[in-house]
């Protein structure tokens, strides 16, 4: 267990440490945010510091970082690597930047801020992208806790029933104020959450005789590679997405930004629910990586999955907490898809009001724009609930568009930084993950063999274009920042 708590240690050094240079970089002063300057009472409200870290906690923990990391453990103890580091310098970087940026444009969402630091074209892109994304967001979190829920019920309700009942949630909490449905549950849930997350590890911790976990000192390696699978680079950095860096927290963080009551709390609630989200990643690697199984016959490590995600969740829990920890780990873990898919809906409710410059204070106006979308998506969970097969495509296209997004995401904040009237040079600390993640989206466009360009192009293929294609993004973007002059132009806020 050593390799989980040295992770543990880092990634709350890190957040400690690096959430303060962020801070430094993007120059927190005592101006007003939009909960205090514009509230609405729908959308923009003030809330309490906690409520705000839960809400946005538990709108990025969706089945990512639990089933994303069970799966990420397939690569071997070098998943906690990328968990860690991705977190700190990526995904904790963009949370932050991107919620606090959209603080001072009054809550804008990530399409506006796209449109108004790189273009109307950027804007019209990142519209279209960051809709389709957050329905089928919303649609692949509906039939995965179905189906947990059915497994836990022991059949005695079905999965379509269930299916019905987070529907009509979702519509609801879309609808409402925030402050009225999601501010009032989502305590309760972060409590499950968290309590899931403890129970989780200390079962791990405490039977580490019978299931000892694999470490990182003696298996710094590729074991998927091994195993006659993909490569850890990019596809254990898709696959691990949520939990390390991942674009949907993009559409998640400008909700929260109109909720956060003074600039000073952007650090722990936007840094601090990504550091969070990451723990909880860890904590299901570590318990994945105690279960796996290791073959060692042929003189070389091999992993078997003891099954789906689902299944493994199943019996990881039973196996380490017996049947009421198991109903504990597995309604935290129903809890993280439905409290990202509610606020998927809503964000997708948001961008299009904003698009359109449609007055959401009125219900009547939040139904017109609701109702369409959700017709949608109640077409798309039937359409995946019905073959399993239709969820795994989902997931695979999910995986690409959701860190493209987050590519996008940090060279807009980039581009802000540089924009700035201060010192260009800092914007440097977000453009380097964002051509890290240009890097490893356009490596996995070419190189997944189970999308098209995959079918046809050998991986050695795609390394060289998505080298190639992030080397000309980045060179692009140097050249405007060394272009650029310190001369008296409009200063960006």
Known sequence: MWTFFICLILLIGGYLVYSRVSEKIFKIDGRETPAIKSPDGVDITPLPK????????????????????????????????????GCLLGGAVHDYFCGMISSRNNGDSIVK????????????????????????????????PSSLLESLTGGNVAAWIWMIIILAYYLLSTLVPIDKVIGKLYPIFGVVLIGMALAVIGG????????????????????????????????????????????????????????????????????????????IALIWAAAAMAFYRVNTSDGWLALDAIGGSSTSVQEISSTLLGPVGTVLAIIGVVVCPITSGDTALRSCRLIIGEWLNIDQKKIKNRLLLTLPLFAVVVGISIWNFLDSHNFNLLWRWFAWSNQLLAAATLW???????????????????????????????TYIFGEPNIALGRFIPIWVAYIIGATISLIVFGIYLFFLIRRKAENSEVIE
């Open 50 to 85: 906690r409520k705000s870290f839960l809400i946005q906690l538990l709108n990025i923990a969706g089945t990512g970082p639990i089933f994303g990391a069970i799966s990420g453990a397939l690569f071997g103890p070098i998943v906690f690597v990328w968990i860690v580091f």
């Open 113 to 144: 801020l796209s449109q108004k630091y790189i273009g109307k074209i950027m804007g019209v892109v990142m519209r279209i992208f960051s809709i389709v994304l957050l329905i089928l967001v919303t649609a692949v979190f509906v039939v995965s």
């Open 204 to 279: 791990v911790l405490f039977q580490q005789d019978k299931y000892p976990m694999i470490e990182i000192i003696d298996n710094f390696r590729d074991f998927s590679l091994e195993n006659g699978g993909l490569p850890w680079w990019p596809f254990m950095l898709t696959t691990v997405a949520c939990g390390a860096v991942s674009g949907f927290h993009a559409t998640q963080s400008p909700m929260i930004s109109k909720c956060i009551k003074n600039e000073k709390e952007g650090r722990q609630v936007f840094y601090g629910a990504m550091v969070s989200e990451g723990v």
């Open 412 to 442: 807009v904040c980039s581009c802000y930084l540089m924009k700035r009237n201060d010192n260009k040079y800092k914007s440097l600390f977000t453009s380097i993950p964002a051509f890290i993640m240009t890097s490893v989206v356009i």
